[in-house]
């Protein structure tokens, strides 16, 4: 059995570095082929490892940390030694397979970008949100803020949504829908018609356009968006169940019995939340980028990143990367044909510049 | 005091046209200062009216209904003597000051901007939905499926917003907001960081960039968005409402213990959803348009319907239309400067053509 070794950002997200540690600690203990690189403050990583000799765990010393606050162009500039651009180094020199970060997300997308560089017959990178529905999970690409995406992104978009549905969420023909304002093919604008075309025209399991409501009941494996749109209607989603959860709990605090009925029916609504908790998969796959890349979220506690770092393992042992390019090559023609650059770049090949 | 007509489209609605006339008779009863026309197929309303004498009610007939599944365009084409253009003909013709419509949303609008025109200085009229927060209510504009907006439309749409918030919310100086992806100016794409740099420089009370998280929480009084992105999320909102009542169902059906418990809680979730009910403003003004026209939501029962025709005959009552050509004017050089459109017009005013 081959090894993967996946570099963790032991500093990034809220609760590092203790979490972050404990999860990749949980991470090993779970999976015998997993081998994890802690990369931050040895200082601060080290007494937290104490009582774990014999399992896969190494630190990388990085001195920088890249804050959640701090602005990503600027904190990659002037943090050259941060735990985000350490690990992604690890991966480029091949001393690991993957790379979690639960850290600011900008930076670590930028890093990756910048240091790994794009699959061949990738435009964009995007982000791939995976998001409990009523009946499983659906993902949702892009949410990492591509915005101003032309139609050959968001077909592009869809080849790796498609790939990952397929390899790490193990449905075999993944349902792809266009994230619209109607179900007619004529609705939207001038970018998602025409991306609509172009996915007629392609070899997925193209179902056509869905509406914002048909994300939860799970229309589709599959949801194709620009990372404007993506990134605002997850965010609502989230500002909608957190609202609702206050007002339940304002409205209750008034009456006994109805806080007694609220214990009394408390299981129940927690294993509700639980369906729609983030963590069972730990992390968004940061797709196009020539390694593998995972992305928690800030909240991230110690089940998220063991999740997290178990789906960057599963990324690299069904080598998804593969997949893509293979994907992409086979919609060549059709991202090119809608894709200037693309084109331009056919002919400098073809005249041999 | 003047007595204000209100058209009704009786026919519109999926509880058309009982509850519609229902509403009707019911928003009469309530403000003496209010007349309604109800349109549609008289032989079907007429039983319905039968024991109002006294009341300010009359019927004009209109032979066709748009149903709610007609495609807006083949429908305007083929049904000229629809519920919905009769009612926006008794505007146009000074018959009437108002229309309510709870029918084919598409169709209306469509009828509302070719029927009646747009106000001057309106490049674009638009939807703007009034979602209850966590304090109130705030106005999301655009809410209508105007797509492909360029910044001058979205400072368009802010200056309505902020007027139908102060007049119709009753809000004194309404907090404008810019829905984006992040908080910072340089977030978002490329005709959002334009807005907002417009947004800026406009008379109104600009508080920046909110993403989706920051509206139910009512960090602003006027959201301001692309009809894309505001009816994704809107539809995403009432759809992760609809999955979480029917999780919290599915999953209390299992235990007698929890069904109690559901049952000691009830009157407070109702509370809880009765706040996040559309109901209580009962419709979307369409703005910009040369008339007062109120959307109603498709699901609309009598008490939604006697809220939208109230909130018509009180948009007509405060003169929005004339603040919102007198907020336009005010902004007319901030708007003409970003709009080539707009400066076109100029120059040929300016030439005599």
Chains 1, 2 share one sequence.
């Not at 009582?51 to 701090?70: F, K, P, R, Y």
């Not at 480029?92 to 910048?114: E, I, P, W």
């Not at 293979?326 to 023609?333: F, I, P, R, S, V």
Request: aromatic share 4%.
């Amino acid at each position: 059995m081959s090894r993967i070794t996946i570099a963790v950002d032991a500093m990034g997200g809220d609760h590092a570095p203790e979490e972050v540690v404990k999860g990749a600690i949980w991470a090993i203990q779970e999976a015998d082929d997993i081998e994890v690189i802690l990369v931050g403050q040895e200082g601060l990583i080290r007494p937290l490892i104490e009582n774990t000799t014999g399992l896969s765990l190494e630190i990388v010393n990085a001195s920088q940390v890249i804050e959640m606050s701090d602005a990503p162009a600027e904190a990659i500039r002037s943090k050259k030694d941060s735990s985000i651009k350490v690990a992604m180094e690890l991966v480029k020199g091949g001393k690991a397979q993957g790379v979690f970060s639960a850290g600011n997300s900008g930076a670590t997308l930028a890093t990756a970008m910048f240091t790994l560089g794009r699959l061949k017959g990738v435009e964009r990178p995007a982000l791939a949100g995976i998001i409990p529905t009523l009946k499983g999970h659906a993902v949702v690409i892009d949410v990492g803020g591509m915005v101003d995406c032309k139609p050959s992104h968001l077909l592009q978009f869809a080849v790796m949504g498609h790939v990952f549905a397929k390899y790490i969420l193990n449905i075999p023909e993944p349902k792809v829908a266009l994230l619209n304002i109607g179900e007619e093919p004529t609705k939207g604008n001038e970018v998602v018609k025409k991306t609509h075309a172009l996915l007629q025209k392609s070899f997925l399991n193209f179902v056509g356009n869905v509406e914002g409501k048909d994300i939860l009941p799970h229309k589709a494996d599959v949801i194709i968006c620009d990372g404007f749109v993506g990134n605002v209607a997850l965010k609502l989603g989230e500002g909608v169940i957190e609202s609702l959860v206050e007002l339940i709990r304002k409205e209750v605090k008034q009456s006994i019995m109805a806080k007694l009925g609220l214990f009394l029916v408390k299981n129940q609504l927690r294993a509700v939340f639980q369906r729609l908790d983030y963590s069972e998969y730990g992390g968004a796959p940061l797709l196009g980028v020539n390694g593998t890349v995972i992305v928690g979220h800030g909240r991230s506690e110690a089940k998220a990143v063991k999740n997290g770092i178990k789906m960057a393992a599963n990324f690299v042992k069904q080598d998804v990367n593969a997949h893509l390019a293979k994907g992409l090559k086979e919609h060549e023609e059709l991202i090119m044909g809608s894709s200037w650059r693309k084109i331009t770049e056919k002919i400098k090949e073809v005249v041999g510049q």
